[in-house]
């Protein structure tokens, strides 16, 4: 079992930015990939960004060359660095794992809100 737990969302004007934590625990051992997602009321949920163990990353084109991805191993946490906001990118953001053995695991998700 792995848990994950998100943080630092918030309200923030267009332009701004904000860094999205989310912090695992349990067998972590065993994770792979790990990656953002986003989702607002009445659309699917979408892929924002992700990191292999190996350092290997990939973004959606909608957010190329405004948000990173980054993960620290010893800190079993991956960030999202989320810089250039617009109110398109207003969402709740959920952290994703996948493990080895191909499980998958969801945080509770962390809302940003954008204002213009």
């Known amino acids: 079992q792995v848990q994950l737990v998100e943080s630092g969302g918030g309200l923030v004007q267009a332009g701004g930015s904000l860094r999205l934590s989310c912090a695992a625990s349990g067998i972590i051992s065993h994770i792979d990939t790990m990656a953002w997602y986003r989702q607002v009321p009445g659309k699917q949920r979408e892929l924002v960004a992700t990191?292999?163990?190996?350092?290997?990353?990939r973004y959606a084109d909608s957010v190329k060359g405004r948000f990173t991805i980054s993960r620290d191993s010893a800190k079993n946490t991956v960030y999202l660095q989320m810089n250039s906001l617009k109110p398109g990118d207003t969402a709740v953001y959920y952290c994703?794992?996948?493990?080895?053995?191909?499980?998958?695991?969801w945080g509770q998700g962390t809302h940003v809100t954008v204002s213009s």
């Open positions: 990191v292999t163990d190996g350092g290997s990353t």
């Open positions: 994703k794992a996948t493990t080895s053995a191909w499980n998958v695991y």
